[in-house]
C-alpha cells in the first residue's frame, strides 16, 4: 500500500490554496511594507550592511517566486524601500524552486535556495554578502520584551525544536540513508 509523504500532502494544499484564493493587492502591499520594515531592523543592527547597500542607492532588486514577487529600491541611508511596480529593476532574483516544502526542507537543513540571477553583477555581489553575513538576533530583540533570562529560555527552546526538526527532516527526505 502506497502512502504520501507529509511533504507531498503539504504542497498539494498549498497548490490549491494559491490558485483558488488570491488576496487584495492591499494586503499584499502590506505584507510587503511588513517585510521591508523587518528587513531594516535587522539591516540596522549591521553597520556594514547599511554601508554596502549606501554605496548601491537607488538601485531596484526584484524577488520573485513563483506569482508572487516584490521589488525593493536601495535608499542613501543604506536600507530598503518599496519600489514602484513599473520602476526598471537592475538585479532580479527570481528562487527556481517552486515547491514549498522543498524550500522549506532546504531552509531547515541550512541550504540556500537555487536562485536565478538576472542583471548587475556588483549588486548581485552586494546581495550575496548581505545573505552570508548579516543575521537577525531574535533573542536579544525578545530581552528588551520579556527579560534576559525569558528570551533566553525561549531561544534555547526553539534552537532544540529547530535541531529536532532538522534531524526530521534528513530522515524523511528522499534518498536518505535509514
Known amino acids: 500500500m502506497a502512502t504520501q509523504s507529509p511533504f507531498s500532502l503539504l504542497e498539494d494544499a498549498f497548490q490549491k490554496l494559491v490558485t ?14 511588513r517585510i521591508v520594515l523587518l528587513l531594516n531592523h535587522v539591516l540596522m543592527q549591521e553597520q556594514e550592511a547599511m554601508s554596502r547597500l549606501a554605496r548601491q542607492k537607488g538601485r531596484v532588486v526584484l524577488f520573485q517566486w513563483r506569482e508572487f514577487g516584490f521589488k525593493l529600491q536601495l535608499t542613501p541611508a543604506g536600507l530598503l524601500d518599496l519600489a514602484a511596480t513599473d520602476t526598471p529593476s537592475d538585479l ?21 535556495p537555487p536562485v536565478r540571477i538576472e542583471g548587475d553583477v ?57
Open 20 to 33: 483558488t484564493v488570491q488576496p487584495p493587492a492591499w494586503a499584499a502591499q502590506e505584507v510587503q511594507r
Open 92 to 112: 532580479t532574483l527570481a528562487i527556481i524552486e517552486n515547491s514549498p516544502a522543498a524550500l522549506v526542507q532546504a531552509a531547515l537543513a541550512g541550504d540556500k
Open 122 to 178: 556588483q549588486l548581485a555581489a552586494e546581495v550575496n554578502w548581505l545573505v552570508d553575513h548579516v543575521r537577525w538576533d531574535l533573542e536579544e530583540d525578545l530581552a528588551r520584551i520579556v527579560g534576559d533570562a525569558p528570551a533566553h529560555g525561549l531561544a534555547q527552546a526553539v534552537r532544540r525544536t529547530l535541531e529536532v526538526l532538522r534531524g526530521w527532516v534528513k530522515k524523511a527526505a528522499p534518498g536518505a540513508a535509514s
